[in-house]
């Protein structure tokens, strides 16, 4: 399977699975939001949080069971730089009222102006970093 494929593949799954959680379940997938909820104490919706976040770590090794290889990763960062920039990437979200899923995926979906600001918000500052980092080498 050739690698645009696989992204056809999964972006494929991402919108079905955003549009049954919010057909079946009246939930936006906001993945931060369920993860968020998964590590809470127990309550209505623990459960159902629980299971999404575990088929989000599933994922990988069912691609390794499907494909016979992990998925493709290439990283030129230092650890340290990905450290800071899961934690500013944390803070972000937090901010934000939500993530990249939530607000990307689920939200411009449903024409939502506070998510095409924030998806503005968050591809203006990959941007700029991506140019800053070219600067600085």
């Known amino acids: 399977m050739t690698a645009y494929l696989t992204a056809l593949a999964g972006g494929l799954l991402i919108g079905l699975s955003a549009t049954l959680l919010l057909v079946l379940n009246g939930r936006i997938a906001g993945i931060s939001g369920i993860v968020a909820g998964a590590l809470r104490r127990p309550g209505l919706l623990w459960l159902g949080n629980v299971c999404f976040a575990a088929g989000l770590f599933l994922g990988p090794p069912l691609y390794r069971l499907a494909f016979g290889a ?48 924030a998806v503005g918000t968050f591809l203006g500052t990959a941007v700029l970093t991506v140019f800053l980092q070219h600067l600085l080498g």
């Open 70 to 117: 992990w998925p493709a990763l290439r990283l030129e960062a230092s650890p340290w730089l990905l450290v800071v920039a899961g934690l500013l990437v944390g803070f972000g979200t937090r901010l934000g009222a939500g993530c990249t899923s939530g607000h990307g995926v689920c939200g411009l979906a449903r024409l939502s102006p506070r998510s095409m600001v």
